[in-house]
T-cell receptor, first 113, second 115 residues
Framework: DAGVTQSPTHLIKTRGQQVTLRCSPK?????VSWYQQALGQGPQFIFQ?????ERQRGNFPDRFSGHQFPNYSSELNVNALLLGDSALYLC???WGSGANVLTFGAGSRLTVL | DQQVKQNSPSLSVQEGRISILNCDYT??????FLWYKKYPAEGPTFLIS?????DKNEDGRFTVFLNKSAKHLSLHIVPSQPGDSAVYFC??????????????FGKGTLLTVNP
């Protein structure tokens, strides 16, 4: 049973560029959340998708956007990249109607030069 | 404003001894608490959780204690093993279940268990 899978694993971008990160949730899960983990920090909530809609959003600017597809997979898009966007981006999934535990993927390491 | 605080960036213990990791929170609305551990190059892995209606939850070598009046929780690992060496994150939520569920994490504590 595959867990949460994310791609790409690593990527390097330059300031001002745009990036798209992808996530496939664990089998049976229908809710996807994205977290940003900067160096030396804990994961910080970006937003959550359920039934293809953004349900809740953390304190992130509009440069961060997302999408959830009918098969529950999700994308995170970041526009106009800044140096401070360099971080590990974690996708997490759960079954939306009750589970309190998030299952995390290994993350996508983004470096902005 | 950090709502979940792990004030010890690192902790070193000997194999076989007890490891105690601490976590404090400020948001009284938090009603569910979790511990995750993270190895390098891997995502956080769920370890153990506790609801605010309880003050203790045990799972094998791992026990979590919750003191609501002090807004404090701790994770005890007994006995500690070298494979327990990882970063441990404390996390909290204020809406168990439902479509608005999110976790607020602390900064983590790096546990090193020495053979």
């Amino acid at each position: 049973d595959a867990g949460v899978t994310q791609s790409p694993t690593h990527l390097i971008k330059t300031r001002g560029q745009q990036v798209t990160l992808r996530c496939s949730p664990k089998s049976g899960h229908d809710t996807v959340s994205w977290y940003q983990q900067a160096l030396g920090q804990g994961p910080q909530f970006i937003f959550q998708y359920y039934e293809e809609e953004e349900r809740q959003r953390g304190n992130f600017p509009d440069r961060f956007s997302g999408h959830q597809f009918p098969n529950y997979s999700s994308e995170l898009n970041v526009n106009a990249l800044l140096l401070g966007d360099s971080a590990l981006y974690l996708c997490a999934s759960r079954w939306g109607s009750g589970a309190n535990v998030l299952t995390f993927g290994a993350g996508s390491r983004l470096t902005v030069l | 404003d950090q709502q979940v605080k792990q004030n010890s960036p690192s902790l070193s213990v000997q194999e076989g001894r007890i490891s105690i990791l601490n976590c404090d929170y400020t948001n009284s609305m938090f009603d569910y608490f979790l511990w995750y551990k993270k190895y390098p190059a891997e995502g956080p892995t769920f370890l153990i959780s506790i609801s605010s209606i309880k003050d203790k939850n045990e799972d094998g070598r791992f026990t979590v204690f919750l003191n609501k009046s002090a807004k404090h929780l701790s994770l005890h690992i007994v006995p500690s093993q070298p494979g327990d060496s990882a970063v441990y994150f404390c996390a909290a939520s204020s809406n168990s279940g439902g479509s608005n569920y999110k976790l607020t994490f602390g900064k983590g504590t790096l546990l090193t268990v020495n053979p």
